[in-house]
T-cell receptor, first 109, second 113 residues
Framework: LAKTTQPISMDSYEGQEVNITCSHN???????ITWYQQFPSQGPRFIIQ???TKVTNEVASLFIPADRKSSTLSLPRVSLSDTAVYYC??????????FGAGTQVVVTP | DGGITQSPKYLFRKEGQNVTLSCEQN?????MYWYRQDPGQGLRLIYY???????QKGDIAEGYSVSREKKESFPLTVTSAQKNPTAFYLC????????????FGSGTRLTVV
């Protein structure tokens, strides 16, 4: 599976947009990009998944350029409750999840 | 509501003892997984099972054992052979086939005293 690289931490103020970019240079044709959110002492929660271009749901947007070597998770107008660790994963159909250290996002008033 | 239930939430174990962590799901998912998480780190795969009565080792299986006698249940035993068992343990499940999303339980925090 393709190795992912994302920032260790990001700080933001309430109401701002947070963009987390993840690099996955060795992504394969059959791989999807998936993002999870984890709060302290809880299991990760699926946020969004995409293959190419843009995907949007009620929580976030995922931007994937044509070469698919990177992706950007966009969290619009964050609140204090968005403080969490965000994981970028490259997933193959039927494959296992391989987690990195993730990005710690801290939102302050 | 469908979901995954892990119990207990907190568990204390004396050195040299085996302990079993429970994981039950009512999502009718075929595949189940056990992960370990240490402070400030991502999750590491211990064992997984894609079907009843079958399971495979993950990246850090040494010192752990599992069973999958029922589709709904995937218990994890932390044996005395596990040298550093204190960690946060997470169980997950997924429907095989086209589904990519995993559902995670709320975890069990194991502390060796």
């Amino acid at each position: 599976l393709a190795k992912t690289t994302q920032p260790i931490s990001m700080d933001s103020y309430e109401g701002q947009e947070v963009n987390i970019t993840c690099s996955h240079n060795n992504i394969a044709t059959n791989d999807y990009i998936t993002w999870y959110q984890q709060f302290p002492s809880q299991g990760p929660r699926f946020i969004i998944q995409g293959y190419k271009t843009k995907v949007t749901n009620e929580v976030a947007s995922l931007f994937i350029p044509a070469d698919r070597k990177s992706s950007t998770l966009s969290l619009p107008r964050v609140s204090l409750s968005d403080t969490a660790v965000y994981y970028c994963l490259v997933v193959r159909r039927g494959g296992k999840l391989q987690f990195g250290a993730g990005t710690q996002v801290v939102v302050t008033p | 509501d469908g979901g995954i239930t892990q119990s207990p939430k907190y568990l204390f174990r004396k050195e040299g003892q085996n302990v079993t962590l429970s994981c039950e799901q009512n999502l009718n998912h075929d595949a189940m997984y056990w992960y370990r998480q240490d402070p400030g780190q991502g999750l590491r795969l211990i064992y997984y099972s894609q079907i009843v009565n079958d399971f495979q080792k993950g990246d850090i299986a040494e010192g752990y054992s599992v069973s999958r006698e029922k589709k709904e249940s995937f218990p994890l035993t932390v044996t005395s052979a596990q040298k550093n068992p204190t960690a946060f343990y997470l169980c997950a499940s997924r429907q095989t086939g086209d589904s990519y999303g995993y559902t995670f339980g709320s975890g069990t925090r194991l502390t060796v005293v």
